[in-house]
């Protein structure tokens, strides 16, 4: 089954602990993408890539990392937590420059900051 | 300046009754695309139809349809024959630079279908 897959669905962590959230996607899709969904905000992209070793910013882009080193995965890193990083993430991944092709969408990761 | 805009934080209908669904977009761009997304409670994000500018018809997808007027900006979703299931939160967004893939996404509305 095509997908994307994230995880953890729920993560609950206290500020200045490093984490990581994994997404992986097995559609050979180029393009990943990170969003932060927060109320009344709609979704935000935090970073990008385009392919292998290619990553770029996006609209929300301070305090999280990202790593593109194998097509599959496409990794958000959180070295230092804080408060206001509590959101809702989802990863989503698509084919490069098909203007009909809909993002593929993760399950989503709800993270707590205290 | 806010590139796409969902005036309805949140809508009710009766059950099998059709609703529209508002987004109005902003883009200097002749090439666009326009998507809409729908978000269950349990949180996953499902794509239900695309429309691009160029495209001369409406989309439709089963009970789900695009009112697309170019001149106006606006790509309302219409879905026809309301079900319980089709309670979600529902996103409108655009993809204008195909050099990025980026889709741009509106804040959202919630519908709730009651019988």
């Known amino acids: 089954e095509a997908q994307v897959t994230q995880n953890p669905r729920y993560l609950i962590t206290v500020t200045g602990k490093k984490l990581t959230v994994t997404c992986s996607q097995n559609?050979?899709?180029?393009?990943m993408s990170w969003y932060r969904q927060d109320p009344g905000l709609g979704l935000r992209q935090i970073y990008y890539?385009?392919?292998?070793?290619?990553?770029d910013k996006g609209d929300v882009p301070e305090g999280y990392k990202v790593s593109r080193k194998e097509k599959r995965n496409f990794p958000l890193i959180l070295e230092s937590p804080s408060p206001n990083q509590t959101s809702l993430y989802f990863c989503?991944?698509?084919?490069?420059?098909?203007?009909?092709?809909?993002?593929?969408f993760g399950n989503g990761t709800r993270l707590t900051v205290t | 300046a806010q590139k796409i805009t969902q005036t309805q934080p949140g809508m009710f209908v009766q059950e099998k009754e059709a609703v529209t669904l508002d987004c109005t977009y902003d883009?200097?761009?002749?090439?666009?695309?326009l998507f809409w997304y729908k978000q269950p409670s349990s949180g996953e994000m499902i794509f239900l139809i695309y429309?691009?500018?160029?495209?001369?018809q409406n989309a439709t997808e089963g009970r789900y349809s695009l009112n697309f007027q170019k001149a106006r900006k606006s790509a309302n979703l219409v879905i026809s024959a309301s079900q319980l299931g089709d309670s979600a939160m529902y996103f409108c967004?655009?993809?204008?630079?195909?050099?990025?893939?980026?889709?741009?996404f509106g804040t959202g509305t919630r519908l709730q279908v009651f019988p």
């Open positions: 989503a991944s698509t084919i490069r420059g098909r203007r009909n092709s809909p993002l593929h």
């Open positions: 559609m050979n899709h180029e393009y």
């Open positions: 890539s385009m392919n292998v070793e290619v990553t």
């Open positions: 883009t200097s761009d002749q090439s666009y695309g």
């Open positions: 429309q691009g500018s160029y495209d001369e």
């Open positions: 967004a655009m993809r204008e630079d195909y050099n990025t893939d980026k889709l741009i």
